[in-house]
Structures are given as C-alpha cells and as structure tokens.
C-alpha cells in the first residue's frame, strides 16, 4: 500500500508565484509545463476579468524525485486584468475532455503593457487572452500527491 506523500517529506513549502513581465512569465510556463486540467476547471470571469484554471501541475522544482516518486499538486493559475478570451481546439461541450499545457508565452501589443498571452495545449489547442497587462499568480493548493503513471513525463529529450 502507498501513502500520499506530504510538504513535510520534500521538505518544500507550496508555491505561490507571480509574474508581471515575460520573464517571471517563462518561469511559471516552466512550472506548468505538463500540467492537466478537465476542460470544466477553467472560467473566465468578465466582471472581474480574470481568468483562472485549477491545474494538476506535475512538481518539476521537486529535487527529491528519487527519495519519493513523482508528484503532482492541484494548483490555481490565476491571470488578471484579462478583456476577452479565445480558444481553438477545445471543446466547452465535452466536459470529459482533458486539457494538457505545453507552454505560457506574452506577447506584448504595439503599446505596452497590453498584449496576447497564449496558452498552448497539446494536441493543436490553445487559449488566448486579450490583457491590459500581464499579472499571473500559480499557487499550489493542496499537498503533492503521487503522479497516476509514476513517472516523470517523457518529451522524448
């Protein structure tokens, strides 16, 4: 019988990161990358304009693999003052369809600090938002649990 693993085992605390340029930016797609979400756990909130999805993000800042296996953790990506959102190959209708982040990546417009920032799936999708600037928060918010394959996720490298 295995055990979830705790904070307290890796000796990490959770996340809890920001971005406000391109380059905080590549670090939170780097900590994302792999992540996997039911198409369910993202919305978009007009009123508020933020955009927010709860991710099964894989702990690739985990150095401890050896000692306890690979790890997921639920964390929230959270991205604020977003004006419009569009998305291709994903599907709001099919509740059962899962989503798999590749990458984060902001493009600023002619005039900063508004801009895309595109959010590339696997399998051809993508996610973008229209931004008046870039502000991006990922915190984790549970405790790791043991990732279903076992494995950290091959790219074939």
Do not use: C
């Amino acid at each position: 019988m295995t055990e979830d693993a705790r904070f307290e085992d890796g000796g990490e605390a959770p996340l809890n990161l920001g971005a406000l340029t391109g380059e905080d930016l590549q670090v939170l797609s780097a900590l994302v990358q792999d992540a996997v979400l039911p198409v369910t756990e993202m919305r978009f909130m007009r009123d508020e304009q933020r955009f927010a999805m709860l991710l099964n993000r894989f702990r690739w800042e985990d150095g401890a693999r050896d000692r306890h296996g690979a790890e997921r953790v639920r964390a929230l990506l959270v991205f604020e003052n977003v004006q419009a959102v569009a998305s291709q190959g994903v599907s709001r209708a099919d509740p059962d369809m899962i989503l798999s982040v590749l990458s984060l990546e902001f493009i600023p417009d002619q005039e900063p600090p508004s801009g895309q920032l595109l959010i590339t799936l696997a399998g051809d999708g993508a996610i973008r938002l229209k931004v008046e600037a870039l502000e991006a928060v990922l915190k984790d918010v549970t405790r790791p649990y043991q990732a279903l394959s076992g494995k950290v996720p091959d790219h074939g490298e």
